[in-house]
């Protein structure tokens, strides 16, 4: 971050990676050089929550799901992943940042505190059910 003057510095940086469809994917990979202790995956979720929505965040819920729909390849590395949620994001319309969470909800069950959801938020994983349910439906397209 000291290589950047300011916060708009940083941002405009990030924002023309954002821009470039073939170019965003080497974002994370960057910052897990330049920042210790970030992986690729803590460097999406870095970006994700500073607003940036086309930066999916490669977790284990994520790779369960896609592995499993044969989504992407098995034992993906967290760039296959990446690219392989935005792709499904583009083709059902909406963000990736929409696509990481629904699955991510999908597959933690954790609606944060939410009271009208389970036993106050926590609604347990719905990962299988939605694996079973999904599958059928894939394999006709």
Request: aromatic share 16%; hydrophobic share 40%.
């Amino acid at each position: 971050m000291e290589q950047f003057s300011s916060a708009s510095d940083f941002f405009g940086w990030v924002d023309f990676f954002d821009q470039d469809d073939i170019a965003r994917a080497s974002l994370p990979m960057l910052l897990s050089r330049e920042i210790e202790g970030f992986g690729f995956a803590l460097s999406c979720d870095f970006l994700k929550e500073m607003g940036y929505v086309n930066f999916p965040k490669a977790d284990v819920h994520l790779r369960d799901i896609f592995t499993s729909l044969g989504l992407c390849k098995d034992k993906p590395g967290d760039y296959q992943l990446f690219k392989a949620v935005i792709r499904v994001a583009g083709h059902a319309g909406v963000s990736a940042y929409n696509a990481d969470k629904a699955f991510w909800l999908i597959g933690s069950g954790y609606f944060y505190s939410d009271r009208h959801i389970g036993n106050q938020g926590r609604a347990g994983s719905r990962k299988r059910e939605f694996i079973e349910y999904a599958k059928p439906l894939l394999e006709n397209v």
